[in-house]
């Protein structure tokens, strides 16, 4: 399972925008092959800042999204509302802490 973490900064008049065609493609992401989870998270002291949460079943799988028109036109669109450029992370899950 591979964990992606992108971090997001808009201009403010563009968050609006953003939030709108995340909603309106959010359920195409999810349902893309091999995506078993997405959240978007906003920051708790800068509303401009959004990451995006999601699980995939293997970095063949993200990059298969990657490669997708539903992630390049999501993309083309995105990008244009950035205000700092985007940092994306890859990880696995090492270990769960229980109570």
Known sequence: MLIRIVRMTFKHEAVAAFL?????????????????????????NDKNIFLTHSHWESEEKLNQYRDSELFKSVWTFTKALFSEKPQAFSSKKLEEVEN
């Not at 709108?20 to 708790?44: M, T």
């Open 20 to 44: 709108e065609n995340f909603n309106a493609n959010k359920k195409s992401i999810r349902n893309s092959p091999g995506c078993h989870h997405l959240e978007l998270w906003q920051d708790e």
